[in-house]
Nanobody, 114 residues
Framework: QVQLVESGGGLVQPGGSLRLSCAAS????????MGWHRQTPGKERELVVV??????TNYADSVKGRFTISRDNAKNTYLQMNSLKPEDTGVYYC?????????WGQGTQVTVSS
């Protein structure tokens, strides 16, 4: 099992920045990639970005050039969000994949509004 704890969400004005953090615990040695997803009411959950253990990344077109995923060790994954837009508003979820199943964090609310 993998447990994920997210932090860093909040209210920010358009053009501002936030950094989300995800701390993984449990069988973290089994993780093969980490990702961030977001959910807006009335829409399906959307992939924001995935980072594989080797460092390769895959970003949604809507966030390319503005968001950056990073990992500083086996436990911690970050999402740096710059130049935020109102359409970035949603619940952001950290996700781990171990080759067999996905594990999800509790979600953290990001609201971009003036």
């Amino acid at each position: 099992q993998v447990q994920l704890v997210e932090s860093g969400g909040g209210l920010v004005q358009p053009g501002g920045s936030l950094r989300l953090s995800c701390a993984a615990s449990g069988s973290i040695f089994r993780i093969v990639n980490m990702g961030w997803h977001r959910q807006t009411p009335g829409k399906e959950r959307e992939l924001v970005v995935v980072i594989a253990n080797g460092g390769s990344t895959n970003y949604a077109d809507s966030v390319k050039g503005r968001f950056t995923i990073s990992r500083d060790n086996a436990k911690n994954t970050y999402l740096q969000m710059n130049s935020l837009k109102p359409e970035d508003t949603g619940v952001y979820y950290c996700r781990a994949f171990d080759g067999y199943r996905a594990y999800w964090g509790q979600g953290t609310q990001v609201t971009v509004s003036s």
